[in-house]
């Protein structure tokens, strides 16, 4: 359990220093009839070669010998392994071990390479969705570019096998408004505000979709509409209340400048959360609001 806390709360605090450093100038020119901001056209930007291996080094940096050792052991086996059956059995170990202790990077390559011999919606779905955690989780701009790219692919596919699933084009819609965030632009020709559509589209058939409110929530947010990004949070939250949506929600009423409405959702965050690091942090934004 305490684990997979402080696992939310790495994602927590991730996620605010990928939503207030990321160039966000796609994402703040003049508004369209929802008001959410239209982007300006991008240009294609080289994309580095990032892989498994690479990704894999700095991800057993973060987990500690014992489980690094674990999964060298798969890692090793994959190599010597004889047949393709032998492989695809040994990656699916591999991403489901990289899932346990919480590193979407190498995850997602594994999920990749599982779905291009499989070719099944879950598959591509489980891929994209790890390559999107892990842009999200990083400031590494090397391999943000990486994967962005492989997550809008995995989730292309994905939509081809379901076209009727909303996940997956949430996703898509997701890893669309990071690619116009890095000023990157679409091979295919599409309109950056693609990313931005395809969300509407999923809030219009699924008007309390959790996934797609709370990325339009993270996306209002760094184009400065706070009271949109507080009605999105709120409506995740009708859902299920978790800490995530709560804090995103206290920082929408603080830069709304409303202190009262901030100081309880940070609270309810904290309550949420049994992790006193975390705590402690939250208590200095509440000490902060009340001077």
């Known amino acids: 359990m305490r684990t997979k806390q402080i696992a939310v709360v790495v994602i927590v605090v991730a996620i605010m220093g990928y939503l207030y450093s990321l ?38 940096s973060s987990i500690g010998p014992a489980l690094s050792a674990q999964i060298s052991d798969l890692e090793e086996q994959l190599k010597k392994a004889a047949n393709d059956a ?18 979407p990077a190498p995850a ?17 779905l489980n891929a994209g969705s790890r390559f999107n955690d892990a842009f999200k989780l990083t400031q590494d701009t090397l391999v943000q570019p990486s994967f962005v790219v492989n997550a809008i692919e995995c989730y292309k596919n994905a939509v081809k096998l379901n076209q009727a699933d909303l996940s997956a084009k949430t996703g898509l819609g997701v890893a669309y408004v990071n690619q116009t965030s ?7 020709g599409g309109s ?13 058939q699924d008007p309390n979709n959790r996934n797609a409110n709370l990325s339009l929530g993270l996306f209002a947010m760094k184009s400065g509409q706070y009271a949109k990004a ?27 400048g409303q202190k009262k409405e ?30």
Request: hydrophobic letters at 45%; aromatic letters at 10%.
């Open 23 to 60: 160039p966000v100038k796609g994402l703040i020119k003049p508004k369209d009839a929802d008001g959410h901001a239209n982007a300006p056209a991008a240009q294609q930007k080289p994309v580095a070669n990032v892989n498994v291996a690479m990704v894999s080094i700095a991800a057993k």
């Open 182 to 188: 890095l000023g990157m632009a679409d091979p295919d």
């Open 230 to 256: 507080v009605l999105r949070f709120k409506t995740v939250i009708a859902q299920k209340a978790e800490a995530e949506p709560y804090f995103y929600l206290a920082e929408s009423y603080k830069q709304l």
């Open 262 to 291: 901030a100081i309880e959702a940070y609270q309810k965050c904290k309550d949420m959360m049994a992790d006193q690091a975390f705590g402690q942090r939250i208590d200095e934004y509440i000490k902060e609001l009340k001077n």
């Open 86 to 103: 032998d492989k695809l059995v040994l990656q699916k170990k591999l991403a489901k071990a990289w899932d346990d202790v919480n590193q």
């Open 108 to 124: 997602a390559f594994y999920y990749r390479d599982i779905a291009l011999k499989e070719n099944k919606f879950d598959s591509w």
């Open 192 to 204: 950056p505000m693609q990313g931005i559509m395809l969300l509407l589209d999923v809030v219009k």
